[in-house]
């Protein structure tokens, strides 16, 4: 088994742990409907949630995956298996909620699941270097930044959907970073903890992935998830995406047929994930709503 198979193997187990780990957490999240919680408030209410703690469980074990695959490949082909996550929080979502998936969100999971396939057997997405400059980094982060920040502020001061939406954003850009950022991390401790220690990538990751969640558990408070979810599991893999091209250099090995091929994937691979998205968080929603008498602390 050569380096691509094992890091596609592992980046599905990546997706299926994130899978099972949102579909706990937003319910969990999305019950707190006091708005003035501080996010500390916030983390000291989920913690004391079983079910949100076990999602948290599974989104380290998710991150655990994830390094592993890029270890192993691309950003690329990681990220784009890992928008399968809906694929399989479609089944635990429904039996969590006890209802039947629908024949239209089989469609849209059938024409998701195509769409991965072309953009990895297609694109053949080829990894560059696993760490960049901090002239590079400083680059992106003079790009980001202030974007960033100008849509938490637009978020504050508009609130509502729009702030879901733009809180989505921020948190999905920041795990698109902490994607790209893992690789470096990775890669630094092959040459031993005490090199990782010494390096920038480390606590840049810890606190991208600190800021990430906070700024998702905001989201999911916001406003409705049919605003949120979309948002930020689009925002994830195209902003990893262009930053391993742009910042590690990965490239996809095909011609100008290919190319129009991946484009035409890539829109059907977002509709898709959209389509997902907004129909998982209904479904939470629901789910929810009909079991706002229960207190935070008690499961879902």
């Not at 991965?116 to 002239?135: D, E, F, K, M, Y």
């Not at 906070?214 to 990893?240: D, I, K, N, Y």
């Not at 829109?267 to 479904?283: I, K, S």
Request: hydrophobic fraction near 60%; charge should be positive; include cysteine.
């Amino acid at each position: 088994m050569d380096k691509v198979d094992i890091a596609a193997l592992l980046a599905l187990g990546a997706a299926l742990c994130v899978a099972i780990g949102d579909v706990l957490q937003q319910r969990a999240t999305h019950r707190i409907t006091d708005t003035s919680v501080g996010l500390i408030e916030l983390f000291a209410r989920l913690l004391r949630n079983p079910r949100w703690r076990w999602g948290a469980l599974m989104i380290v074990a998710s991150i655990v995956f994830q390094a592993a695959a890029l270890n192993q490949g691309s950003v690329l082909l990681v990220q784009a298996l890992l928008v399968l996550s809906l694929l399989f929080a479609l089944p635990i979502g429904a039996r969590l909620s006890r209802r039947r998936v629908t024949g239209r969100e089989w469609v849209w999971a059938v024409l998701l699941t195509a769409a991965v396939t072309v953009i990895v057997t297609v694109g053949n997405p080829q990894p560059g270097q696993s760490r960049a400059s901090l002239h590079t980094w400083a680059a992106v982060a003079a790009v980001l930044v202030p974007l960033l920040l100008g849509c938490v502020v637009a978020a504050r001061i508009w609130g509502g959907a729009l702030a879901a939406v733009l809180f989505a954003f921020v948190s999905g850009s920041l795990w698109g970073v902490f994607a790209v950022l893992t690789k470096g991390v990775v890669s630094a401790l092959g040459d031993g903890v005490g090199a990782a220690a010494r390096t920038p990538e480390l606590y840049a990751w810890l606190a991208v992935a600190l800021a990430g969640f906070a700024w998702e558990q905001s989201a999911f408070r916001a406003g409705a998830l049919t605003a949120s979810m979309p948002t930020l599991q689009v925002a994830q893999p195209v902003v990893a995406a262009a930053l391993g091209v742009v910042v590690l250099g990965e490239t996809l090995n095909t011609g100008r047929a290919g190319m129009i091929a991946l484009a035409a994937a890539a829109l059907l691979m977002a509709a898709a994930t959209v389509e997902l998205a907004r129909g998982d968080a209904v479904d939470t929603h629901n789910k929810v709503e009909a079991q706002l008498p229960d207190v935070v602390g008690e499961p879902a």
